[in-house]
């Protein structure tokens, strides 16, 4: 596949980032068999390695001794769960964050090996099958530990000569688990003075403590908030942090800005899919300026395209109605692929030039309408949602139209889409 266009990102651009080796952006044109490939005239491109230059960039934020969980929750922020965990566990990579069990499940059974912690407020329902594949959850009150430990006496027995727990249906290891604590989010997580009691609780029915965590309410533009989370998380485990328990706090947004970086696990999930933690121009550049890059593009191609006469109405509710003769393209794809509707009559295509063709009509269930030159066929690609920041349907430009974020982009994609995935490892 030929490079278009190669930008040169060199470790000047990165001060204080430890790389190795100097890098290129490459920005891969859409490729016709592609197309093929997924079986559909749309499909989502994501570059696994992209993934895992960016978690190098912010591994190369943190501590030597910080090691990082990927948050591959909601089919990894909407790139493929199995396939981004797989990719990352062949680079070497075994620790990452689901928000549920059966997120963790499914990882388990595609082959991905490690620590999977599940996020959030554990529930009982989701004991047996946490404990069947190894799952680690995180634990926010003395019901829930108490819960996990009589399941874990009916899973597990206890070696008399050492104590060691055997699962008695699989060779797991020992069942573990994380303490979240609420430091300031008013969300997940005991209360600071509850932790002491969760930690007798584990202590008394024979369950390692993995970690203990927190997570903070605005990184990105709250230092005064952020560093009083910090302060409280710190000083709440400072006698277990003594007693050698590991800890842990930063999201993507803490990583960039530099809190909790020095800790022993950092938890990204959007910056390592090269996604801004925030739909800002200034987010977007800081995210450049890291040498960070978007690892998915959404590519189509139009299915139809007709010439039509003034006069003549587009799409549901005939929303769009032709001034002049004018070449309507119709894509194959709509809001059930994650294509907000709210686009209809504001969102952009662009071509691989970065030429900008305007939606037109109501988005549908299935297909979009788009205004298109003479230059434009059914072979010509189109990019959906372009895999750099400076483009006006950037996943971040796309966000700030609809006024969200870009998680909720990501995480919108809809499993229809088909994935292509880029990596120098074939066998993924
Ligand atoms: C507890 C926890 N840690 C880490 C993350 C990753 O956050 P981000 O995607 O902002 O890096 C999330 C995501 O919501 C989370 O809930």
Partial sequence: MPPVSVKDVTNKS??????TTKW??????????????????????????????????????????????????????????VEVARYLNKCGLFHFAVATALEGKELRENGVTGYIQVLGNCVEEEINMMLKYNLTPTATNLQFIKKWAASIAQHYERVPSNGMLINVDTDWDKPKVVIKVDTGMSRNGCQCKELKSLMEACENNGIPVHSIM???????????????????????TKS??????????????????????????????????????????????????????????????????????AGRKVGYNQAYRLKQQERIATFSFGYADG???????????????????????RVSMDAVTVRV??????????????????????????????????YEIGTSLSIRLPRIYHTKHKDN
């Fill in 14 to 19: 990165q001060e204080g980032i430890n790389l």
């Fill in 24 to 81: 290129q952006i490459i920005q891969v044109k859409p490729n016709l068999d592609e197309f093929s490939q997924a079986g559909r005239s749309t499909y989502l491109r994501v570059d696994l390695e992209a993934i895992w230059n960016n978690i190098q960039i912010l591994k190369g934020k943190c501590s030597e001794k910080t090691e990082v969980i990927a948050v591959v929750k909601a089919n990894a922020y909407g790139h493929g769960s």
């Fill in 214 to 236: 927190t997570h903070f309410a605005q990184a990105w533009d709250d230092p005064l908030s952020t560093q009083e989370q910090l302060k409280r998380f710190l000083e709440a």
């Fill in 240 to 309: 277990y942090r003594c007693m050698g328990v590991k800890v842990h706090a930063a999201n993507s947004a803490a990583i960039m800005q530099g809190y909790a970086t020095d800790l022993d696990f950092v938890r990204p999930g959007i910056a390592m899919y090269g996604l801004a933690p925030e739909p800002t121009p200034e987010a977007a550049a800081m995210m450049q300026t890291m040498g960070l890059r978007p690892a998915l593009a959404w590519i189509a191609r139009p299915c139809l395209i007709k010439s039509l006469d």
């Fill in 339 to 361: 294509y907000n509707r709210l686009l209809s009559g504001k969102g952009v295509l662009t071509d691989v030039s970065g030429k900008e063709y305007e939606i037109v009509g």
């Fill in 373 to 406: 030159d003479d230059s434009v066929t059914v072979q010509t690609p189109f990019y959906v949602i372009r895999d750099d920041y400076n483009s006006p349907n950037s996943a971040s430009n796309i966000a700030q139209m609809l006024d969200t974020i870009p």
